[in-house]
């Protein structure tokens, strides 16, 4: 397997990240346990996760499978903080105040004395980037984060960011995990140029299109009800993002797929994965049968050919569906 690096860092990464937001619900704990084992086995060296998922229950699930593989030291773990996590004005946000309660919460559900990749999971409109900066560079400074990164930011924001770092002489961000896929490229327009030019590693996350481009809905038909959108009750953020123009994507890649003898999602992320500037797809599997047939692309290459039959699909920059949908500072909406 190709490892990469993460970042400008030199820590090398599997070429896929297994995501655990669905550790805890739909996924029950045996069966996520079963596929953090599964995935190392193959030789993935990299879990995301994030305080809010399933409100901490990610983290311990995370947690309790390197304790009880013992393989803690081998994992590169990232987890993020941003989201709610009580009822108190202050249990949310990108203040100092929140940031290091958080680490520590986490820190105990994690059950560990570090977390090697610790994010902003959004941005802040109004909170100055010097308070967040200096906060998780304290924690750097104390040993319990080896390196900061954001999730989902504008590219303006992530250049501010590393500015003020060099400006104040504080940890800066190695990494930004935006939302990525063949549907919504437009993170080729400025972020992919930045990363590359600066030396950021990039963390897509729904690589796979929220299972649009797996093939789970199709023109005229309602949503299963094991799907994301289904279990949203049809309406929301995940269900505005499956538009029709979309699902022709899918339709037609998962023809190129067949010719291919891959399944529709294996080509969706292969693609992903092999895109310039890009380090590791973040792939969220809620079955073990989904991430077996995700991990068979950590030994495979997009050829160019596949490349430019994508390209005309949805042209580089572009896009047909709307992951941007849960970012406030987005204005610009598909459809």
């Not at 060099?166 to 549907?183: C, K």
């Not at 590693?201 to 649009?212: F, H």
């Not at 992320?269 to 792939?283: E, F």
């Not at 073990?288 to 290459?301: A, C, I, P």
Request: glycine letters at 8%.
């Amino acid at each position: 397997m190709e490892y990469r690096s993460l970042g400008r860092t030199g820590v090398m990464v599997s070429p896929l990240c297994l995501g655990a937001m669905n550790f805890g619900s739909p996924t029950s704990e045996p069966d996520s346990l079963q596929m953090v084992n599964r995935a190392l086995d193959a030789g993935i060296n990299f879990i995301d996760t994030a305080n809010v998922y399933n409100q901490g229950e990610s983290e311990k699930i995370v947690g309790r499978a390197l304790q009880q593989n013992g393989k803690r030291d081998q994992v590169v773990l990232a987890t993020k903080v941003h989201g709610k996590m009580g009822d108190g004005p202050n249990d949310q946000g990108t203040s100092r105040y929140h940031i290091i309660k958080a680490c520590e919460d986490s820190l105990r559900r994690l059950q560990t004395d570090h977390i090697d990749l610790y994010q902003l999971h959004r941005p802040s409109p109004t909170i100055p980037q010097d308070e967040t900066l200096r906060a998780f560079d304290d924690l750097v400074r104390s040993g319990k984060v080896r390196y900061i990164g954001c999730s989902t930011h504008p590219a303006w924001m992530v250049m501010e960011a590393l500015a003020t770092s060099e400006r104040l002489g504080i940890a800066r961000y190695i990494s930004e995990q935006p939302p990525y896929n063949l549907v919504d490229r437009r993170i080729e327009n400025e972020l992919v140029p930045l990363a590359q030019k600066h030396g950021l590693a990039l963390l897509p996350w729904s690589p796979l299109a929220g299972g649009i481009l797996a093939g789970r809905y199709n023109k005229g038909e309602g949503f299963p009800d094991d799907s994301r959108a289904g279990r949203a009750g049809g309406q929301g953020m995940f269900v505005d993002r499956i538009s029709p123009a979309a699902v022709e994507v899918a339709r037609k890649l998962a023809e190129r797929a067949q010719e291919r003898e891959l399944t529709s999602s294996q080509l969706a992320l292969l693609w992903c994965k092999d895109q310039p500037g890009i380090t590791a797809p973040i792939i969220g599997p809620r079955t073990m049968d989904h991430l077996e047939d995700q991990l068979k692309v950590l030994e495979l290459t997009l050829s160019e050919e596949d490349r430019a039959f994508c390209d005309t699909l949805v042209h580089p920059g572009n896009a047909v569906a709307d992951f941007h949908n849960s970012n406030p500072w987005m204005k610009a909406r598909i459809g």
